[in-house]
């Protein structure tokens, strides 16, 4: 019975706290005034007074039990309904609880059984008679207090057991208690919390009111005793550290929070939040997590920083300034554990946060990089290829220019970065890779901020350039049958694919090709042939070649085609030997070779005549001078200089004879012939082993008196000529115009010298033209 006292006592001082009656309530001015600025048993969060949790033992009997009574200061102003919402009255589970409509006193109507519900969460509302709420909606939070209502229970209906008989005592059996308890900090709880099992020493709470935020730990002192307690005893201590569990919801520390955020940058932080939190920092119950619930298009992000639990707002997607100047974000944060449901029952905290933008001079922008151009290698020059490829978010000036074009074929705008062609391209070009020709392009706003692009030109393959047949000459075996020779043909296309081949070879209606024909073997070659057997020769064929571009380029071209007998290796013979196996004549070509050959002779033969007029020694008489032959006269008399051939109206006949350079005559004045030669003076060649313009040696003008052979004084001046840098060399060939003694014709005073006239006959003079008849009559003896 003391024990069931005490609990009715500790139950009835628990329900004095928070009421007994009305009277009671009155006078000790328990009433709760949950809108008021301040309280009895109440704190504040923000703007609301959060009341305590109301404890209730579970199984009372004492229903309907009044639990607490609540009033608003609007009663002093007039007439306040009050009501009650929430799971336990119009919830389920319902009607446990209810509320007095004019008073405020709110009751349980029935038991409660602390193992189906341990707690309720009701909400209180003033309202005037018309129903307007007069004050914001009080939490109301009841806590139900475990009772001893469930009584222990063997697991067996019947145990069994031996003990040897005799057996004595058992002084070994204990007995555990407390004997002392201490808070730390010191008195902060005057409640004994714990008890101990003194059978087993387990040590178990016995009473609520554990909260880390009153007391740290306890110190508990305790006794232990053999025979049940009542032999010998020792004492111990034992430590009991109050844990923390996420009872405390995370608080932002201001509900609007400023920042600044400048455009176009990234990963960068722009400012931080910061909440409280009464659980026990650094731990999972403390560590906080935030969360921005208004910002779809992801410009920013929150994360916590775990050393002083703020939240970090970064950028994490540029901003435009000039698309949005302000963003308005929304925060909320909660902890990483779950809160406990002790915890009270508060809105989840929330924040505000204004960024605002901040403007820069922005890098014009591209309206794609790189700028991507199809145009065709022959496009006119001037011709627009693209506009409108840049634009600047500060909608500033720009300047354009073209900063790298090796080959020079684009011009730009620089008001506007119009691109034109400025000449037609060539896909040829070493700069065209892969038929893509790159440019890059600058642009340069008002302030002087800069950005490149590349212009990608693919350059389409026109049909430029029309097909060359080649080769150009060639030869076909004669007789071989018809269609089993020809010459094989082809064609060559500086274009491209699919303006090259296949190429069509075709033979124009002309009557060079009357005779020929041409057959396609494949998309690049064709064989020329003959129609009809054809005599061995050179003939000219006109072949017409097309390509397969767009338009179609074609071409003529004339070949060259030797007809030949041919050998057993199918190649052409020399003519030599076609002539001499040939039934059927000499051709053209032989006739050439042999007309060719005899003229060959010919001027052989006429410059070894030459050779040996030059050559000859001229007859002198011992005894006489030098150069003085039969004739009395100085043989130089018959030295003439013929400036010019034939200027008579009949002068048909004139002489010309070749001869070797002679070196013992040399030139005395420019412009004048060689003594003894038909060389002129000053247009000798120059000799290249020797220096130019150097002093000539002294030629021998006159031999020693009687020379007994002309050859020392020719041997002397050939000396000099070798020493003689000014002349060509002894051996090189020069035209003589000398005609003495010694020359095939004979010197004209032979005519008086060899005989009389009366032994000769002029009459075959008459028979050589009007020039000589006159001369005929001067030797005419009648």
């Not at 120059?686 to 020379?707: G, Q, T």
Request: charged share 25%; aromatic share 8%; net charge negative.
């Amino acid at each position: 019975m003391a024990g069931g006292m005490l609990m009715v006592c500790v139950l009835g001082a628990l329900l004095c706290q928070v009421w007994s009656s009305a009277e009671t309530l009155h006078k000790r001015e328990e009433t709760l005034y949950p809108w008021r600025n301040k309280g009895t048993g109440m704190y504040r969060v923000k703007r609301d007074w959060i009341i305590p949790p109301i404890r209730v033992l579970e199984n009372s009997k004492q229903v309907p039990e009044d639990l607490v009574q609540i009033k608003s200061d609007k009663i002093f102003t007039g007439e306040v309904i009050y009501k009650l919402e929430g799971a336990g009255v119009d919830q389920e589970p319902k009607n446990l609880f209810e509320i007095d409509d004019k008073t405020g006193v709110i009751r349980s109507k029935r038991p409660l059984d602390r193992e189906t519900y341990n707690s309720f969460t009701l909400k209180a509302f003033a309202l005037s008679p018309s129903g307007q709420r007069l004050e914001n909606p009080s939490t109301i939070e009841i806590v139900v207090l475990d009772q001893n209502d469930n009584r222990p229970a063997f697991t067996q209906k019947q145990f069994s057991g031996t003990v040897p008989e005799f057996s004595v005592p058992e002084n070994a059996y204990l007995s555990y208690s407390i004997i002392g308890q201490e808070s730390v900090p010191a008195n902060a709880v005057d409640k004994t919390m714990f008890g101990i099992n003194n059978e087993t020493g387990a040590i178990y709470t016995r009473d609520v009111g554990l909260d880390l935020e009153v007391v740290k730990s306890f110190r508990l002192k305790l006794q232990v005793g053999d025979m049940g307690g009542m032999g010998l005893t020792s004492e111990s201590e034992a430590i009991i550290h109050v844990s923390d569990i996420n009872n405390h919801a995370p608080q932002f520390s201001a509900a609007l929070y400023s920042m600044l955020a400048v455009e176009n940058r990234n990963d960068n932080e722009i400012g931080r939040v910061n909440v409280t939190d009464k659980d026990n920092s650094g731990t999972a119950n403390w560590e906080a997590k935030y969360f921005i619930t208004n910002h779809p298009e992801g410009n920013f992000a929150i994360t916590t920083d775990p050393a002083t639990n703020e939240g970090v707002l970064t950028v994490v997607k540029p901003l435009d300034y000039e698309a949005q100047h302000e963003h308005v974000l929304m925060l909320m944060v909660e902890n990483v554990n779950p809160l406990s449901n002790k915890a009270p029952s508060v809105p989840v905290s929330s924040a505000t946060v204004v960024v605002t933008v901040v403007n820069e001079n922005e890098a014009p922008r591209f309206r794609e990089d790189p700028i991507h151009l199809v145009v065709p290698e022959s496009v006119v020059p001037g011709t627009l290829l693209t506009s409108h490829i840049a634009s600047d978010p500060d909608n500033s000036d720009l300047r354009y220019e073209i900063s790298r074009d090796p080959e020079k074929w684009l011009d730009i705008d620089r008001d506007t970065g119009d691109i034109y062609a400025k000449r037609t391209f060539n896909m040829r070009s070493p700069n065209v890779k892969n038929n893509i020709y790159n440019v890059i392009v600058k642009v340069t706003d008002a302030g002087g901020v800069s950005t490149t692009a590349t212009v990608a030109i693919t350059l389409k393959e026109t049909n430029d350039f029309p097909p060359q047949l080649f080769p150009l000459s060639g030869s076909v075996c004669k007789d071989t049958g018809r269609g089993s020779s020809g010459l094989v043909v082809t064609a060559v296309d500086e274009d491209f694919p699919p303006h090259a081949a296949p190429f069509i070879f075709e033979m124009p209606d002309d009557e060079l090709s009357i005779n020929w024909t041409v057959v396609q073997v494949n998309d690049t070659h064709a064989v020329l042939q003959p129609l009809v057997d054809l005599e061995a020769g050179e003939y000219v064929v006109t072949v017409f070649v097309s390509d397969s571009g767009s338009p179609v380029l074609s071409a003529y071209a004339q070949v060259n085609v030797t007809v030949c007998r041919c050998d057993s290796f199918g190649d052409c013979k020399s003519e030599a030997g076609a002539f001499l196996g040939s039934s059927v004549g000499i051709n053209f070509i032989a006739l050439i070779i042999i007309m060719a050959s005899i003229a060959l002779l010919l001027l052989l033969l006429l410059l070894a005549v030459a050779v040996t007029s030059c050559g000859r020694r001229h007859h002198i008489k011992k005894g006489t001078g030098l150069l003085v032959g039969e004739s009395e006269d100085d043989i130089r008399d018959n030295v003439f200089n013929y400036d010019e051939q034939g200027g008579g109206e009949e002068d048909e006949n004139a002489f010309n004879i070749d001869m070797l350079w002679n070196p013992l005559d040399t030139p005395s004045t420019p412009g004048s012939y060689y003594p003894g030669s038909c060389v002129p003076r000053g247009k000798q060649p120059l000799r290249k082993d020797a220096p130019h313009n150097l002093p000539s040696p002294i030629y021998p003008r006159r031999p020693p008196a009687d020379p007994t052979d002309i050859e020392d004084y020719i041997n002397d001046g050939l000396e000099a000529a070798d020493n003689d840098p000014n002349v060509p060399p002894y051996d090189t060939a020069l035209i003589y115009d000398y005609e003495g003694e010694g020359s095939l014709a004979g010197s004209l005073s032979s005519i008086a010298s060899g005989s009389s006239d009366g032994d000769q006959d002029y009459d075959y003079l008459n028979d050589w033209g009007p020039r000589f008849k006159k001369l005929a009559n001067m030797y005419d003896p009648r």
